[in-house]
């Protein structure tokens, strides 16, 4: 990992003293990915569910001025927290990597509008975004529409697979987010739809793509696996109130898991879950 590479690319970014350490792990944990995709110079990418551009950015950097990066994201400008989708796009967009990089929001790629010529982006990319869709039927339908577009789909998701005993919390984390999503008609949760990596691959290859290469990234330092934990262990009582007609037996069933999770992080080092990523043409 080139750490010159690695600073100039968070420098980019809107993180403050604080959030630098935060921001540092984040972008190493895309160059990884980016790397894995084999991004060159010169490449027109269309990244979708750009969010506040933690992969636009190290996509930018690989490209150089000779590429482009156009985001895109259904959320709204105003979505984010503590920086807000629009204002980390700006400041973005304000810096070095700017002159590379497009980023639109309330942007729903199944739109009728949303259309681009055939083979007009050498990649595509969805970075952690596909748990953020409403459904399978949604992943499939947008992963058949791209098709077109693009000459080859990078694609990275959290891999359910627990590989060492101390991601169980942040399995357990997010299976207690999915499974109170499948009661909600909207929702603004990191995990709304579950993916496994098997059920991305065939839907994938429904969509008619071919898996050309794949792989598990483990980045042990990333954040997520104890955001996820933490939302669970703060939000949970809420949840069940916004959800006051779920049957007794499934309540139950979820408070054994949140008991689960805390017995569980009582005696063991929480780390997050591996990667999943994979190429396709």
Known sequence: MNKKVLETIVDCMPADREMR??????TK????????????KGDKILEIGCGQGDTTAVLAYYVGESGLVQGIDIGPESYGSPISLGDS???LIDSKLGKQIN???NVDVLSPEIDFPNGYFDCIVLSHCSWYFKSKKELIEILSKIKKW???????????NIHKIEQYSHFLSILIQSQLESFKDNSESNVRTLFTPNEIIKIAKHAGWTITNETSIFSPDIQDGQWEIHNVLTEFDEELQKN???PIKFKELLQSEKNMLEEH????KSIPLSVYAFTAK
């Open 21 to 26: 350490d935060i921001q540092r792990i984040q």
């Open 29 to 40: 944990h895309r160059m990884k990915l980016v790397e894995f995709w084999e991004i060159e």
């Open 89 to 91: 796009a700006k400041y």
């Open 103 to 105: 980023m639109n929001f």
């Open 150 to 160: 693009g000459k080859k789909l990078c694609f990275a998701e959290w891999d359910t």
């Open 244 to 246: 006051g007609e779920l």
């Open 265 to 268: 992080i009582k005696v063991n």
